[in-house]
């Protein structure tokens, strides 16, 4: 059974305890949060539904060194403010426990280095739960691309739309000395994508708007791909009516696909000589699929996760690359 400890007890800390739990060879055993847990509905842009959590059998702390004093943990969730990821990564690889660190990696490149060393030197994993890899959509995408069913691509639109974050606990989210602002915080999930999908690029440009003291609020960044049109943008200035939506639509050579999350049909195909039609088996989130990926390395039942530590810092600094 793998010991499971959770760092961070706001939106993304019950989705991980949810996901871990619903392993049958894991089990949270500890969750450690500095606010007394008073909310068990798990809320945030993303409903990913299910009863409000139960946490009879786990043991509660506020500190983290007095839990990896007290636990036996295998791995722990880091699920705090972004700006905290380093610290608390580097002290549990350092306590021999593998670690799956929500994104971004952290804020600063320099972090990013000293958590990398840190599961070096120690040999414990390191997985920054970058979801949009397993999402099931994008992974579609990023498989028929790699396997070029439907020829060259030749257009690529990503969009990520969202009212103005009110769920992080104290509005760190959006403090960008503690968040990174959009870029790191929103905007970071399909720019990590789009490596993922193309490669590396060190040209961007970008136009961004403000409202109120958040500035950026909404992000356009234009990518640079011989031979290709590649865009990204975020937005935290949707009306509270919209709520959330991602969205991509990719031009290929032989068809054209278009993804939008909110839809009852969110993937469509459409292709240049044929009908209409939206690919079968993409049920499920990116969430559920990211953990199950990382209990599979920790078991050794698998020995590749679709991100590396080395590929989730590259996100870090194409994110600021996008808003500088
Ligand atoms: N993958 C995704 O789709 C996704 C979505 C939302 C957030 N995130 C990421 O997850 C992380 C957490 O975001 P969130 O939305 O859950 O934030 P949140 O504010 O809802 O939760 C953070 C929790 O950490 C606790 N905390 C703060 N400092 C602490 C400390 N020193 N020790 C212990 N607990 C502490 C807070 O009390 C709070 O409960 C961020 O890095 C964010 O970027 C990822």
Redesign the pocket.
């Known amino acids: 059974m793998i010991r499971v400890g959770i760092?961070?007890?706001?939106?993304?800390?019950?989705?991980h305890f949810k996901n871990w739990n619903q392993l049958e060879d894991a089990s949270v055993v500890s969750i450690?949060?500095?606010?007394p847990?008073k909310d068990l509905n798990v809320s945030?842009?993303?409903d990913v539904g299910g009863d409000p959590i139960d946490l009879d059998a786990v043991q509660i702390y506020?500190?983290?060194d007095s839990m990896l004093a007290n636990e036996k943990l295998d791995v722990l969730s880091?699920?705090?403010?972004?700006h905290?990821?380093c610290e608390?990564s580097i002290k549990a690889l350092e306590a021999g426990i593998h670690v799956v660190?929500?994104?971004?990696m952290a804020l600063d490149l320099n972090d990013c280095d000293k958590m990398i060393e840190a599961a070096q030197e120690t040999g414990k994993h390191l997985f920054v739960?970058?979801?949009?890899r397993y999402w099931p959509a994008y992974r579609w995408l990023k498989r028929n691309h790699t396997s070029g069913s439907f020829g060259n691509l030749l257009s690529a639109r990503f969009e990520r739309l969202s009212v103005m974050?009110q769920?992080?606990?104290?509005s760190?989210?959006t403090d960008t000395s503690k968040?990174g602002g959009i870029a790191?915080?929103l905007h970071i999930?399909d720019l990590d994508f789009i490596l993922h999908l193309l490669g590396k690029t060190d040209t961007v440009e970008s136009y961004g708007l403000a409202q109120g003291a958040v500035n950026p609020a909404h992000i356009m960044t234009q990518l640079y791909y011989p031979g290709k049109i590649v865009t990204a943008t975020s937005s935290w200035m949707m009306p509270e009516s919209f709520g959330f939506e991602m969205r991509y639509e990719v031009i290929f050579e032989d068809a054209t696909v278009i993804y939008r999350s909110k839809q009852d049909a969110p993937l469509v195909v459409y292709p240049n000589n044929s009908e209409a039609f939206s690919p079968e088996g993409l049920a499920g989130d990116?969430?559920v699929a990211e953990i199950r990926a990382f209990a599979d390395i920790i078991k050794g039942e698998s020995t590749e996760l679709l991100i590396t530590p080395q590929e989730a810092k590259a996100s870090v600094e194409l994110a600021w690359k996008s808003i500088h």
């Open positions: 760092l961070g007890f706001g939106f993304m800390g019950k989705v450690c949060d500095l606010s847990i945030g842009n993303i506020n500190d983290l880091v699920t705090l403010p972004s905290l990821h608390a660190c929500e994104k971004p739960a970058h979801c949009i974050p769920w992080g606990a104290g760190w989210m968040s790191l915080d999930h990116g969430y």
